[in-house]
């Protein structure tokens, strides 16, 4: 088992599982095709977003993978870690591959001397109480209003 950042052959197939992940994550109705969730990852990585990519690598295949970027809080004058995607293949969950993963990125950031990690998630996606197992708190709220 290796952590590593993905390779251009490894972006090609973290691709195709893109529509997967999104559909999973968002706990509500979407109207975007498969090729317009993909485009969404294919232009953050074209910003500078890197995949993590945990492997199998005697036989090659990818276990599960982290989308994150390091960006600049112009608030506090700081960098911090921003994960866009964790996912887990779903023959390999429950194997602690998401944190082995989350414990990775956090190593990672702090090596370049960056100590705070953001991200999104729908308070009703079961991903919330994982990432409060972890430590993670609510810093913000999104609040919606349907209006007819």
């Known amino acids: 088992m290796t952590i590593r950042l993905a390779e251009n052959i490894e972006y090609k ?14 706990t509500t109705n979407i109207q975007i095709s498969d090729a317009e969730l993909r485009q969404l990852s ?3 990585v074209e910003k500078g977003a890197k995949y993590l990519v945990w492997m199998d690598t005697k036989n090659n295949l990818i276990k599960g993978f982290l989308l994150f970027e390091i960006k600049f809080d112009y608030l506090s004058q700081t960098n911090y870690g921003f994960i866009y995607e964790l996912f887990i293949l779903e023959p390999f969950r429950r194997q602690g591959g998401a944190s082995k993963l989350m414990n990775h990125i956090q190593q ?17 996606n079961e991903a919330f109480q994982f ?5 993670f708190v609510e810093e913000q709220i999104t609040m919606s209003l349907r209006i007819k």
């Not at 990432?131 to 430590?135: A, D, E, H």
């Open 13 to 26: 197939k973290i691709n195709k599982i893109v529509p997967e992940l999104f559909k999973e994550a968002i």
């Open 42 to 44: 294919v232009n953050l």
């Open 108 to 124: 990672f950031l702090l090596e370049k001397g960056i100590e705070t990690i953001k991200l999104n998630v729908f308070s009703n």
């Open 131 to 135: 990432y409060k197992s972890l430590g």
